[in-house]
């Protein structure tokens, strides 16, 4: 089993996959025949998330479906970061106990 903050930093990591992945899909809205960004999530053995990019299978927008994605995966960034400062916080404080 992985530790808390390593489960906390790929939940990070899938987040920021998802905010580049809409912020792409939002500079390219005036592109032609643009196929959008699509990120897949799954749960990584062990713990935590796996990110899977891909390109839709049509070409198309969905300028709704990015902002959307761009507000979901900011709150998933700072709901991670807040979970890794905090295991942080309790490390230090028990080896504060320990020491």
């Known amino acids: 089993m992985i530790s808390t903050p390593a489960i906390a930093r790929s939940g990070m990591q899938a987040a920021q996959a998802q905010l580049q992945a809409s912020g792409h899909n939002i500079a390219n809205l005036g592109t ?3 196929r959008r960004s699509q ?3 799954s749960a990584a053995a062990g713990g935590g998330v796996q990110a ?3 390109a839709a299978p049509a070409a198309g927008h969905a300028i709704e479906t990015d902002v959307v994605g761009l507000l979901q ?3 998933a960034f700072l709901a991670n970061l807040a ?3 905090t295991s942080e ?9 320990t020491s």
Not at 89 to 97: F, K, V, Y
């Open 83 to 85: 979970v890794f400062k």
């Open 52 to 54: 899977m990019v891909s």
């Open 89 to 97: 916080q309790m490390m230090g404080s028990l080896l504060d106990i």
């Open 39 to 41: 990120v897949q999530t």
């Open 73 to 75: 995966a900011k709150n």
């Open 32 to 34: 032609p025949d643009f």
